[in-house]
DNA sequence: GTTTGATTTGACCAAAAGGTCAAACGCACG
DNA sequence: CGTGCGTTTGACCTTTTGGTCAAATCAAAC
């Protein structure tokens, strides 16, 4: 590779191809599993190509993750606190929903990395994704207290929308084993909204 | 290995540690990712050794799996049609997190394997696990019939019981990472029996 | 159109990893 | 206490895989 310079037009296109197929076997078969020669000819390129552009494997997983942790946290990040806590928290749900139905691969780059106990990306949760948590769980006990939603533990709240919402995305094969024909996005949407307006509308008052 | 005889207590003890290794080594790193020589050292054997009694690592692998299937789907094969339809499924929701917190990394081989596209054990899932799915939800659909619990959709009711639960197993780093000191399945219990309670408790009647 | 730097490739290397084998070892039973 | 079968091992083989390199090719600026 040569200095950093202006990346030309073909580099762009060939680091973009990398990426993509590196997304595509890194979420499909782990960091292990991946060969180089795998994500090389799923990019259309040859090995020692590749590796021009990318100094190895590691760096090509490194750089497919840092692109994932970049939008990953969006949607908590977009939380509101100004906002109608109910609808605010639904929305969330909404969007995360969404991301598992259209970045099912990302979903299970993530999934991977922490199932196999992160070690590449700990740093990140210990520290960016805490932090974000401990702001946002702080909302939520705000609304809590202010009798606007149910109070239930805020963490085990958020959690809980990570693990249902992901759920459609990393265990994809097994929901759609079981449901056959059934697309399990028709009828997820309805049953976490139900199951969020259950969870948090706040008792009536006395 | 000999033909097969009864087993001598040395086979015995050496295919259970060997089970037992195979087991922490594929929920750390996967199919892919763990090596017969790691197996082999965890377990206390030489790599010839242990291939003395298993034919390959794909062997190992299925074993575990295999035993692992066994046991996977007991907490609701438990789920009694007859009882309390409540108290059943939140008898299930409790099984499955105390499966997440003494079973982990039977959870997380189970992740690993459905995360990479279940290629090994699809079968058993659109099969076996299906079969008993819709049995299931058939009793929930009964028990929203006689209005005994809120009407949901049973399948995703016992897939928000999946994700939910096996979260704390799965994403065991994350979750600690955010939390800090608490001990995750501190609060995890209570709220998830709030959330199932509000989730299902049928409406007043008219 | 020639020159220069970017890009691509075939050939190659070394390490890792799954697996084999013949020989050595050891336990238990007659 | 020796023999036979179960067990263990060191040495070795082959394939896979991450990575290198010099030479060939291409693109574009002059």
Redesign the pocket.
Known sequence: ???D?A?????QK?RAAILDAALDVFSAQGF?G?????IASAAG?????L???F?????IHAAVLEQLLDTWLDPLRALDPEGEPLEEILAYMRRKLEMSRDLPRESRLFANEIVQGAPRIHDVLSTDLKQLVDEKAAVLEAWADAGRIARVHPYHLIFSIWSLTQHYADFDVQVRAVLGDEDPFAAAPEFLETLYRRLLTPPARA
């Open positions: 590779m040569p200095a310079r990346p030309t037009r073909i580099q060939n292990r991946a060969t180089v020669d795998q390129l040859s090995k020692p190509n590796l021009y552009y100094p190895s494997k590691e760096a």
